[in-house]
């Protein structure tokens, strides 16, 4: 569902992916980890056609929707007019299917999306990313800044999109705990090149992947 090859990506003399080459089959859920600025958001935005390769190549099979860091909702408008901009591709704006997923958005659809607490507001971003029917989730730190009550909320339903509809995930995150409970396999990133890929168990296993999240250097 996800082919990146030779992927280059820039920010004017600043290269923040160099050379990535990665792939998540359909019906996976793969990780991405490393620590601050190794380019994770960066090959989510690209993903998401926000930003544009240098060089090298960016395929998808079926419509990617993204939870991107930091919620990044509208503050001022409702909770169900959060959720409506996020069917605008599709055409789809009635929220039932989100509700029924989320049913606490329901209760909040006439609040503004600023005066939510942290886990709403995430809550909000998964709704407004399923709005649009995808096909691939590409979630970028889906714990950030959330009680680990919220962050298992919000990981069940995960897991529970990609087992029961199939759902494709690419989850970025620094909670490599979190990562190797709900993936089988992840890639790492460091200063954005990819230095170890695998499986779950195996990577749990390596002092190197750890090292990743305390900011040092993997050797």
Known sequence: M????????????????DHLTLTVGRGEMVALLGPNGAGKSTLANTLA????????TVRSDGRVALIPEGRQLFPDLSVADNLALGGWRSGQRDPSLVY???????ELAGRRA??????????????????????????????LGLAPTVT?????????LNSEQGLTVLLIEQNARLAFEL??????????????????????DDPRVASAYLGGAIT
């Not at 298992?152 to 529970?160: I, P, S, V, W």
């Not at 993936?183 to 749990?204: D, N, Q």
Request: with cysteine; glycine share 10%.
């Open 183 to 204: 993936c089988r396999r992840a890639y790492v990133l460091e200063s954005g090149r990819l230095v170890t890929e695998g499986e779950c168990a195996v990577l749990a």
């Open 49 to 56: 056609g926000l930003l544009k390769p240098t060089s090298g």
């Open 152 to 160: 298992a909320d919000l990981a069940a339903h995960l897991t529970a």
């Open 2 to 17: 996800i082919d990146v090859k030779d992927l280059v990506v820039s920010y004017g003399t600043a290269t923040a992916l």
């Open 114 to 143: 600023g005066v939510l607490s942290g886990g709403e507001q995430q809550m909000v971003a998964f709704g407004r990313a399923m709005m649009s029917r995808p096909d691939v989730l590409v979630v970028d730190e889906l714990s």
């Open 100 to 106: 029924d997923l989320l049913p606490r958005l329901a």
